[in-house]
């Protein structure tokens, strides 16, 4: 079972894109954390953005805080990542991941960074984002 990306594209600093992982198989997103990442050329992969529906835990990364927003649909069973005020910085490739997790009941995660902390799998392509200055 693989999670699919899409939504990327060519957008122009300032824009916004919405990006969406759907899973390629029979895995619904009840038992397991989603997570967005990406990878710009020459950079080490980052963690961009978590949620988890067992808990609602979030998390976002410093960089985009305040700008990105991750949310869940279950009746589609997509989550999505909406990207606002892109920034040249943000392009890369965009990856989203599943991690097992049940959820901690009503304290959550925390405030952990579980994009470097929870055993990620089921990685699809990716979708690029480029930004134009």
């Known amino acids: 079972v693989q999670l699919q990306a899409s939504g990327g594209g060519l957008v122009q600093a300032g824009g916004s894109l919405r990006l969406s992982c759907a899973p390629s198989?029979?895995?619904?997103?009840?038992?397991?954390?989603i997570g967005w990442f990406r990878q710009a050329p020459g950079r080490k992969r980052e963690g961009v953005a978590a949620?988890?529906?067992?808990?609602?835990?979030?998390y976002y990364a410093d960089s985009v805080r305040g700008r990105f927003t991750i949310s869940s649909d279950n009746a589609k069973n997509t989550v999505y990542l909406q990207m606002n005020d892109l920034k040249p910085e943000d392009a890369g490739l965009y990856y989203c991941?599943?991690?097992?997790?049940?959820?901690?009941?009503?304290?959550?995660?925390?405030?952990?960074?579980?994009?470097?902390?929870?055993?990620?799998?089921?990685w699809g392509q990716g979708t690029l984002v480029t930004v134009s200055s």
């Open positions: 198989g029979g895995v619904t997103f009840d038992r397991y954390a």
């Open positions: 991941a599943a991690a097992t997790y049940r959820g901690l009941g009503s304290t959550g995660w925390g405030s952990i960074d579980p994009t470097s902390l929870f055993e990620w799998q089921a």
């Open positions: 949620l988890s529906d067992a808990d609602g835990s979030f």
